[in-house]
């Protein structure tokens, strides 16, 4: 897999993790632990693109 595509896969990865933070906390019965967590993989997503974007 080419640096490319590697890159665009993460934002992939990132983008779906936003919309599932969006409808977690949309959720009255949102688990605030389970929200932390889908942002915290999103966090560290975002730290590798910007990493790699500068390589």
Known sequence: MNLSSH???LRKKHQALSAKVEEAQRTPSADGLHIADLKKQKL???EQIE???QA
């Open 51 to 53: 990493r790699l974007s």
């Open 7 to 9: 890159l665009q896969e």
């Open 44 to 46: 560290k997503i975002k």
